[in-house]
């Protein structure tokens, strides 16, 4: 039910925003006329050049699709974009399925009675984001990232332990093709990939009472091992003081990684809109519906699937409703400053996982 709540919010969204834009074209959402900007802003655009071009898209925030995305746009031939972001996501409790329960009943409630159970975890990710725009209708990219992983854990005997494991992630990098554009419109194709640079051999002394080095499970490890195609596609519709767009993304892995698994296929479906509140500024909001599938192939063989649940390659997928709030601001000199923070509003997790909490993500990006 939580499924089909969330794909009709994400589909029914879109055509209600259009068809108001399209029926009333006096209304806040197609007209500027009730938020004039402050004067200075309008002076220092007026300087930079910037909102006097027939292009609707010119010189507003809201080109950039919310913190938490990417591929959503290009740039002109010989222009780059140099951004920083920052993502984190907090868990914390675990769910069986839909259900919570508690940490005690984590390590029985599958039917598996586990050692140990995770009862919460931090992701911190440091990405930096180049792109160079190789002609109009093509954008190069690449993001190398570096990510800390903490995760707390209780074992059935009542004493606790932490992990932690940190590094570079897989790199991913491609191209962003204009496949179709009007003065109000982009169509974006999305030919991404990512390079096994994450290390997936991560190890810890602290699991073991004994203190003994062991394979950290599969949510500690910082890459999927496997060469990986991410594509994905972009619409995005303009009006004079708004914007919305419509994302399909995906990642796949391609075949399995040298400890005998692949980390399973990954499609998310992002609908979000924004609204300029002045000229520099806009709001954000997002709905996403995230499906991930199990892990396939035989699994890490440096792994006990029946001491922890993350241990398991059947108990890594899942379904996610979220909602995002955020906002842009495009300063004078033309950078962005992106946040936003996302909550889910359902979970539906394959066997017993730990539940996301909130994630969020903030940017500042610059091009010239």
């Not at 399925?97 to 050692?115: K, P, Q, W, Y």
Request: glycine content about 10%; charged content about 15%.
């Amino acid at each position: 039910m939580n499924r089909i709540l969330c794909i009709t919010v994400a589909a029914v969204l879109p055509f209600a925003m259009a068809s108001l834009a399209v029926a009333h074209p006096d209304h806040p959402i197609a007209s500027d006329s009730l938020y004039e900007p402050a004067q200075p802003f309008v002076n220092c655009y007026e300087c930079e050049g910037h909102g006097h071009g027939h292009d609707l898209k010119e010189g507003r925030p809201d080109t950039h699709a919310p913190a938490g995305l990417m591929g959503d746009h290009v740039h002109h031939q010989g222009e780059y974009m140099v951004e920083y972001k920052y993502r984190k996501m907090y868990m914390d409790g675990n769910r069986y399925g839909s259900r919570r329960v508690t940490d005690t009943e984590a390590l029985t409630v599958t039917g598996i009675n586990f050692m140990a159970t995770p009862t919460q975890m931090d992701m911190d990710m440091h990405m930096i984001h180049f792109m160079y725009g190789a002609t109009d209708d093509i954008t190069l990219y690449i993001m190398p990232m570096w990510m800390e992983l903490t995760m707390d854990h209780l074992r059935g005997n009542g004493t606790t332990f932490t992990t932690f494991n940190s590094g570079f992630g897989d790199l991913h990098f491609g191209a962003l093709v204009l496949l179709h554009d009007t003065e109000s419109t982009d169509l974006i194709f999305n030919f991404g990939m990512s390079a096994p640079t994450g290390n997936i051999h991560g190890t810890t002394t602290n699991a073991n009472p004994m203190g003994a080095e062991t394979q950290m499970p599969y949510p500690m490890q910082l890459g999927s091992g496997t060469f990986n195609f991410r594509p994905g596609i972009t619409y995005k519709k303009y009006w004079d003081m708004a914007s919305m767009g419509l994302q399909l993304q995906t990642n796949l892995p391609v075949g399995e990684n040298y400890r005998d698994y692949a980390v399973g296929n990954e499609y998310q479906l992002n609908w979000w809109f924004a609204r300029r509140v002045t000229e520099p500024f806009a709001l954000t909001f997002r709905t996403e519906a995230l499906w991930r599938e199990n892990y396939r192939g035989a699994g890490d063989p440096q792994l006990n699937p029946n001491m922890i649940s993350t241990a398991r390659t059947d108990m890594r997928g899942g379904f996610w409703c979220n909602l995002g709030f955020g906002g842009i601001y495009q300063f004078c000199d033309g950078s962005r400053l992106n946040v936003e923070m996302v909550l889910p509003v359902a979970q539906d997790l394959d066997g017993v996982q730990l539940e996301t909490d909130y994630s969020m993500a903030a940017s500042w990006s610059k091009a010239w």
